[in-house]
């Protein structure tokens, strides 16, 4: 079965990378999460990156604030995938992070979400993983469905209540 890598340069990425995690545990998708940094143990993150193949990886989610250098040096090793998120920083919003992680060399793609968007990188991997995968393709036409319905229930709820009532929640 097709894995996907959950990893952080930092335990305060946990909140972000966890909405990750719930959307593929929703899908029914195995995953493995990791904290590593790329600045502080190369060697780890090397070793990481080498052999996140062999251990059934399809896609890695990587996150990464700041500087944001773990998705790109992901995609620079690992052949597959790599979805990279931004994290919101305190001292530039995380426009430094979606900066990083998006302005990467030709050559070394790296797919990007919002910053702090755990769930669409999910939804994103589990899109990639859907091309050859019809049971999950099937999952993720639902969890559309079911989006449309919970819109869907909150305007007719607008409807009966009116804007007012709604806004007391």
Known sequence: MAKVGIVMGSDSDMPIMA???DVLEQ???EYEMTIIS???EPDVFFEYANTAEEKGFKVI???AGMAAHLPGMCAAIFPMPVIG???HTTSLGGRDSLYSIVQMPSGIPVATVAINGGANAALLAAKMLSISDDALLE???KYSAELKK????KDKKLQEVGYKKYMEK
Do not use: D, S, T
């Open 19 to 21: 909405k990750a995690a």
């Open 27 to 29: 899908l029914g998708i």
């Open 38 to 40: 790329a600045h502080r």
């Open 61 to 63: 989610i990587a996150g």
């Open 85 to 87: 998120i931004p994290m």
């Open 139 to 141: 999952k993720l036409k």
């Open 150 to 153: 919970q819109v869907q229930n």
